[in-house]
């Protein structure tokens, strides 16, 4: 494995951002970028979860985050409303609140004086599924995704149900979330942290409890499902997944119906949906992200190369210079 302390671009960090959604909420941002972008404006990249970015990815960010600053882009790990550092309660997965956030959150980016106007998102997990979720919002500036270890099929093919029978995750990861929710936000930052934490401790309620209340595939579950709505992503996609995750089966459903903007790339190996796969180790079955490759071609390529592509706009031609170095999988 290769480790890479030096990069084409100086990296400037921001600890702390507040970014404004449309109802006056600022939700709280870390932000890696090329020194001079607001001299000579780069593409950006949007990860969007509720984990904490002060504490909870933090390790994992640093490695990830300023990889790509390095290689000029302008990265930002934005805590979901009611999570870290954010303002407001977080009430469940995938609402309409979080989408329209997310939307927000890439039209504020592609407005800043260091974004050249393009914007990509990537993440794994809750990342990976509201990046599927906002592809078919389409806004304006989104570009491309990279969708890690997620779904299209929120009721069969998650961590709640499965061909119709409750799957014990769906107790345990109710209850993961009941922690991060009960958390507080970090006091260095946001001075108001103790009645944040108590609307949280009050507002968030028992996540289980509604999922629990939908036991069939309803309403409730196709929203955030892409699943049937294939044709509302226009943008390209990177799937990636592992053979011993999760959320295996989802990649060769994106490939299927995707038609040619879609990439899957696999690691052999377990992976977790805690963790990055190393960009580079391998890609194969590409329809080319840029709308220019066949089904049974086999290109290597890195999640750099993807974005380097998409973010920019490419949609008619096949990324002639692909990036080859690679950083280590965290946790």
């Known amino acids: 494995m290769r480790f890479r302390d030096e990069f084409p671009r100086t990296i400037r960090h921001q600890e702390?951002?507040?970014?404004?959604?449309?109802?006056?909420?600022?939700?709280?941002?870390?932000?890696w970028?090329?020194?001079?972008?607001?001299?000579?404006?780069?593409?950006?990249?949007?990860?969007?979860?509720?984990?904490?970015?002060?504490?909870?990815?933090?390790?994992?960010d640093e490695l990830h985050h300023p990889y790509f600053a390095?290689?000029?882009?302008?990265?930002?790990?934005?805590?979901?409303?009611?999570?870290?550092?954010?303002?407001?309660?977080?009430?469940?997965?995938?609402?309409?609140?979080?989408?329209?956030?997310?939307?927000?959150?890439i039209a504020w980016i592609a407005e800043q004086p260091w974004c050249d106007g393009s914007v990509g998102m990537m993440g794994i997990s809750w990342g990976g599924f509201n990046g599927l979720q906002l592809a078919a919002r389409r806004p304006p500036a989104l570009g491309a995704i990279i969708t890690v270890a997620s779904t299209d099929d929120r009721y069969g093919d998650d961590v709640h149900y499965m061909g119709g029978c409750l799957l014990g995750d769906n107790l345990s990861w109710a209850s993961t979330m009941f922690a991060f929710n009960s958390l507080p936000p970090d006091p260095e930052l946001v001075p108001q942290w103790r009645e944040r934490w108590h609307e949280r401790l009050e507002g968030s309620g028992l996540w289980l409890e509604t999922w629990l209340r939908h036991q069939h595939r309803d309403d409730y579950w196709r929203h955030g499902s892409v699943a049937g709505h294939y044709?509302?992503?226009?943008?390209?996609?990177?799937?990636?997944?592992?053979?011993?995750?999760?959320?295996?089966?989802?990649?060769?459903?994106?490939?299927?119906n995707l038609g040619a903007l879609g990439w899957d790339s696999w690691v052999p190996g377990a992976t977790?949906?805690?963790?990055?796969?190393?960009?580079?180790?391998?890609?194969?079955?590409?329809?080319?992200?840029?709308?220019?490759?066949?089904?049974?071609?086999?290109?290597?390529?890195?999640?750099?190369?993807?974005?380097?592509?998409c973010a920019s706009g490419c949609r008619t031609r096949r990324c002639r210079s692909p990036a080859t170095s690679s950083v280590p999988a965290a946790g």
């Open 33 to 60: 970028s090329p020194e001079d972008a607001e001299h000579d404006p780069v593409p950006a990249i949007l990860e969007f979860i509720p984990y904490r970015k002060r504490d909870g990815t933090r390790q994992r």
């Open 70 to 105: 390095g290689h000029g882009y302008a990265c930002l790990r934005v805590d979901l409303r009611g999570s870290g550092d954010s303002e407001g309660v977080l009430v469940d997965e995938y609402l309409e609140q979080e989408l329209t956030d997310g939307e927000d959150v």
């Open 272 to 309: 977790s949906t805690r963790t990055w796969a190393p960009p580079g180790l391998r890609s194969g079955g590409c329809r080319s992200v840029c709308g220019g490759g066949t089904g049974g071609s086999r290109v290597s390529t890195t999640a750099s190369t993807v974005i380097r592509c």
């Open 16 to 31: 702390h951002l507040q970014i404004p959604v449309r109802d006056g909420i600022r939700l709280a941002a870390r932000m």
């Open 231 to 256: 044709d509302a992503i226009e943008v390209p996609v990177m799937a990636v997944s592992g053979w011993a995750d999760g959320y295996t089966n989802a990649v060769f459903r994106l490939l299927e």
